[in-house]
């Protein structure tokens, strides 16, 4: 018997992101496929933090993870969610 059958929640679900937002002062919100919405501080993301409003509107897309125009760096979703052993981007390429 598959225990996912039994108990409420989100079971073997891979989290994509779909929308990025910035709905409240020093937060930063993700949407997933799924459905799920993760809001985070942004004092975590420094980098993110430094975009002004107009910055942060050109976010993109790239893999499993998003950037932003004027931005260097790229974020995953294991950095958003917290947990790398369940959701290393890495471990699909190998």
Known sequence: MN?????????NKTPKIKTL???LR???QIDLEDGRCIIV???KF???KRL???QRQKWFLLG???SFDDCNEVYHIEQI???FQNYNHEASFG
């Open 52 to 54: 002004n409003t107009i």
């Open 21 to 23: 937002s910035f709905p």
């Open 26 to 28: 020093g937060k930063m």
């Open 64 to 66: 499993n993870g998003f």
């Open 81 to 83: 969610l917290g947990n």
């Open 3 to 11: 225990i996912s059958n039994l108990i409420e929640g989100y079971w």
């Open 41 to 43: 501080p942004l004092i």
């Open 46 to 48: 420094p980098s993110i």
